[in-house]
């Protein structure tokens, strides 16, 4: 008596040889690629647009950082800048205060906002 399992067993052993033997039938019948004249080359890079790619996503990178809001308490009652301090030195000179630095950051400017850094920052893509 044959039980039903080894049946099975027969039938999927016999499935796998064959799909086996098609395959790498297939496979040494495959035919070979020819070989290549010599060693790859690179293509020639075109600086230009190198340069224009570098520039347009250093632009999209730096744009964030000098919008930046740098003092977080900004027009609000615990700003710490909002209070400046101003010397009047002796012989009529003018008056030296912290004002001018501090001003635009208290507004809620960023970096682009203070006197001589966001002149510096002009000059950078973005």
Known sequence: M???????GLAAAVGAAVLLGTGSAQAAAAPQPAAGPGPATLARTDVGQ????TTSGLGYGLAPVKDLRLDPWANSSA???NNGATVQPDQ???PVGTGT????????GGARDLPLV?????????
């Open 101 to 108: 630095l501090t001003s635009p950051l208290s507004a809620g």
């Open 79 to 81: 700003d710490v800048l």
């Open 2 to 8: 044959v039980s039903k399992k080894s049946g099975a």
């Open 50 to 53: 190198a340069v224009n790619g």
């Open 118 to 126: 966001g002149g510096v920052l002009g000059a950078l893509p973005g």
């Open 92 to 94: 009529g000179l003018a």
